[in-house]
């Protein structure tokens, strides 16, 4: 993915940005999936994502930290969150 269509896609996703940092919305969760060769790599309960040039720190609820290429985020999930409404 482009850093240009990254940036359209948590802005119309109920992310917050704030600096270099896009922070997931209230009431949603975020999982994103990363393209590595033939495997697929899912990061779920993504908690901000910090974008500098063309890579991306990926930083989840457990404090985990990734640091990607932001080409090889193939797609990002953002669903309700289990005790919000919405949920299914």
Do not use: W
């Not at 209230?26 to 063309?54: N, W």
């Amino acid at each position: 993915m482009q850093a240009k269509n990254l940036l359209d896609i948590l802005g119309k996703n109920a992310f917050v940005k704030d600096d270099n940092s896009h922070h997931v919305g209230s009431g949603v969760s975020c999982s994103i999936y990363l393209g590595l060769g033939d495997d697929a790599l899912v990061i779920d309960r993504v908690t901000s994502i910090e974008l500098s040039g063309d890579t991306a720190t990926i930083i989840t609820q457990r404090r985990e930290r990734y640091a990607v290429e932001v080409g090889e985020i193939r797609a990002l999930r953002v669903t309700p969150e289990a005790s919000g409404p919405g949920y299914r």
